[in-house]
Structures are given as structure tokens and as C-alpha cells.
């Protein structure tokens, strides 16, 4: 093992679960399993002890759970990245985890081989969703579409722009975004460039991020 290595913290209840992708993991080249926590207090004090770049969060734990332990630990140790994986697609579990400061949310079906990619890219800045999260996100915005663009009214971007917008808060590639707002790709795009230089965002990732912790998802 070198410094370069990835350092990882795996936080689950479950000991099978963590020993198995610690397993898989180990098998990687560039990453390194530096500790397990049972639970979400366990994980800050392993965080603050072992000093990992990615903590991979399971949400639902005993004596204190994934999205409070995510809290505390961007709190005490922002370069921290931490990945939620957990086999819940709940709506709200999705949406604290993102404005807690997740870099992600997975699910436990996910390849080991993609996890492993997963975990690089988070190490990376690159944030990610789920195909199903992100499918079952878009689903819902079309429901709470009118509320939240009405709580957005102080975001600078034009109306079209804050439906874009909003949309790229659940996931939605400039193909769907089209095909709802009876637009084309090159408008979408056209829109989204607006949205990056209005807000200074560097990416349509930091603006899906900007519009979860703006209340837009």
C-alpha cells in the first residue's frame, strides 16, 4: 500500500456486509479499507481517527444514523468525502443526504466492480446518483414542480431557467429535460450554460447540488 491509495471507511450495522466490500475492496489496486464502524457514532470517531478521504455510509443504523453521522463528520473533517450506499430509495433519505453535503448516493445492488469506480470518481469531486435514484427523482419533480419553483422566487435565473434547473436537481439528462419542456437538446444546453454563468457554478453537478440545497428537490 502506498500514500496515493484511496482511504476508505466502510460504516454499516450489518458485519457480513462491511467484511464483504471491505473483501472486495482490498482487491483493488489504489484502494484501502483503513477501518469498519458499526454505527453512526462509531463512523465519526473511526473519521476523526483514521482520517479516510471517503466514508461509504450505510443511512439506517443503530445509536445514531448515516445521514446525522454525515453531518458531524463534513462538519469536523470537510475534505471528507462521504458516499452514502443503503438499499433505500426513500425520497427523503435521498434528499437530507444531499444537503447534508453527501457526494453521492448508491445503492447496495451496485456491481463491486462499479463501487470500486464509484469510489474513485467520488475521490475525484465527481458526484453521483444511482440510475434508480436519479429515474425515480425525476418522477417525482414533475409533481412538486409548481411549489418549489414558487420557494425558489429569489434565485436569479429566469422561470425556463429555474424548470431547467430544477430538473437537473433529480438527474435529468438534457434528453429529458426536451422532452418535458417541449425544447430542444441545443436550448437545454443553451440554458444550462446561462444557469452556470448566473449562479458561478462550474458544472451542471455543482448546479444539480446548488438546487437541492436551494430547496429545488
Do not use: W
Request: hydrophobic share 45%; with cysteine.
Amino acid at each position: 500500500m502506498t500514500d496515493s491509495n484511496i482511504r476508505v471507511l466502510i460504516a454499516d450495522d450489518q458485519e457480513l456486509i462491511r467484511q464483504g466490500i471491505a473483501t472486495l475492496l482490498d482487491l483493488e489496486d489504489g484502494i484501502q479499507v483503513v477501518g469498519q464502524a458499526e454505527n453512526g457514532s462509531a463512523a465519526i470517531e473511526q473519521a476523526e481517527k483514521l482520517e479516510p478521504d471517503i466514508v461509504l455510509m450505510d443511512i439506517q443504523m443503530p445509536v445514531l444514523n448515516g445521514i446525522d453521522a454525515l453531518i458531524q463528520i463534513r462538519k469536523a473533517r470537510p475534505e471528507c468525502n462521504v458516499l452514502m450506499l443503503t438499499t433505500f430509495d426513500d425520497d427523503e433519505y435521498i434528499v437530507r443526504s444531499l444537503r447534508a453535503g453527501s457526494c453521492g448516493y448508491l445503492l447496495k445492488d451496485i456491481p463491486s466492480r462499479d463501487l470500486a469506480q464509484a469510489l474513485r470518481l467520488a475521490h475525484s469531486g465527481v458526484f453521483q446518483l444511482a440510475p434508480e435514484v436519479a429515474g425515480k427523482l425525476v418522477g417525482d419533480f414533475f409533481v412538486q414542480q409548481k411549489a418549489q419553483l414558487s420557494a425558489a422566487a429569489d434565485i436569479p435565473v429566469s422561470p425556463r431557467e429555474m424548470e431547467v434547473l430544477c430538473m437537473l436537481a433529480y438527474g435529468a439528462s438534457n434528453k429529458e429535460i426536451a422532452e418535458q419542456l417541449f425544447i430542444s437538446e441545443g436550448t437545454v444546453k443553451k440554458h444550462i450554460t446561462s444557469i452556470l454563468s448566473t449562479l458561478d457554478l462550474r458544472d451542471r453537478t455543482q448546479a444539480a447540488i446548488y438546487a437541492v440545497r436551494h430547496g429545488l428537490a
